[in-house]
């Protein structure tokens, strides 16, 4: 499965359940202002992003740096790891991951970057490692690999437990994944554990989502096979949350679907901002190069209440992007704008309670 691209999508159900040049920071509506964009005039999607030692970073992910709109064309993943000191600053450029790598998952714990999985062009990883800026340099060091090669998943750090759910085992996979496990930064020696899963189907290109105690699991799709053994989706809307001393309960369904949108998503105050995404209204839109963008506002999850409200349209769209919390600011770099199109920008939003 090749994300958005429009050749791989063969079919698409859409399941709906009824409840409800480098600049400064430029403040635009709604709260967000833009960073310093990457420098790199195509961007990227599927990207590791994080924090280490002050300096956010950036690595990784795919893009189509050539012709994108014809019927066959090239993705290419790449290694080169990015670096942001300051937000008014400039991105340094010169280091590399151990290989190219993209659509995995991205955490920022112990002073450094964890990334888990992800893909290449050719098939999906399960070895993980970790990006540390030290001294002007980035250390790369090893973490536990996850149980099975995974790339397409979603997670987020609860207290000090790193949480994983879904994806997708290998790239021509028909079926996603319905995995959940768990990676406790404070065992004496790390490991994964396999932990019950939720209670809905399986899924791939999900939404995370972290408040107090409690992981959340939103949206995503999952695969099943046409006639011809091509993938087919399913826009899921369905939601989770998960304690560790409860396990899974199901929450309100989201207004719409929200696959691959950036995550995990904003936690402000006792709420969760499931921002952009694709609603899969959009799937089958011809011509592709005339394809108006993914849904532009930011889905509002009231952890209190379970009970969902949609904010206005923001100024971008984005999917298949890693989020990370930086200088007290939520920030989504590059991802895709719409099929086969990134951007290098670099969009941050303040995490004040919201009202």
């Known amino acids: ?15 709906v359940t009824i409840s409800i040049e480098i600049v400064a920071a430029e403040p635009v509506s709604s709260g967000w202002s833009k960073l310093p964009s990457l420098p790199n005039d195509e961007g990227f999607a599927g990207m590791f992003a994080g924090t280490s030692n002050g300096a956010l970073i950036v690595a990784g992910g795919a893009n189509i740096p050539k012709d994108k709109w014809s019927d066959v064309f090239q993705k290419v993943w790449h290694d080169t790891i990015f670096v942001l000191d300051t937000p008014n600053g400039k991105w340094k450029s010169e280091f590399r991951l151990p290989r190219p790598r993209g659509y995995g998952l991205a955490i920022s714990a112990n002073n450094s970057l964890m990334c888990f ?31 099975i090669p995974c790339a397409n998943t979603c997670g987020a750090l609860v207290q000090r437990i790193v949480y994983i759910a879904g994806g997708i085992e290998m790239p021509p996979s028909t079926t996603a994944m319905h995995n959940f496990w768990s990676l406790d930064l404070d065992a004496k020696e790390l490991a994964w554990k396999e932990l019950p899963t939720w209670p809905g189907p399986e899924r791939m290109l999900a939404v995370a989502g972290a408040s107090h105690d409690a992981f959340y699991l939103f949206s995503g799709t999952s695969l099943s096979s046409n006639s011809a053994q091509k993938p087919v989706r399913t826009y899921l809307r369905d939601a989770y949350r998960y304690k560790s001393n409860e396990g899974w309960t199901r929450i309100s369904d989201l207004p719409r679907s929200a696959v691959a949108a950036p995550s995990p998503a904003a936690s402000i105050g006792s709420k969760l901002i499931v921002y952009s995404g694709d609603d899969g209204v959009n799937v089958a839109f011809n011509p592709i190069n005339a394809h108006p963008g993914f849904p532009r506002d930011g889905l509002v999850y009231d952890v209190a209440s379970d009970s969902w409200t949609v904010q206005d349209n923001g100024p ?40």
């Open 1 to 15: 499965m090749r994300f958005f691209e429009a050749q791989t999508l063969y079919a698409v159900t859409l399941v």
């Open 117 to 147: 999985g992800g893909s290449d062009a050719t098939r999906h990883y399960s070895d993980s490692f970790c990006l540390e800026w030290v001294d002007g340099r980035i250390i790369t060091k090893p973490l536990p690999s996850l149980p």
């Open 316 to 355: 971008f769209s984005r999917a298949t992007a890693s989020t990370v919390v930086w200088q007290n600011d939520y920030v989504v770099p590059s991802g895709e704008v719409r099929p086969r199109v990134r951007t290098p920008e670099v969009w941050s939003l303040p995490l004040n309670p919201l009202q």
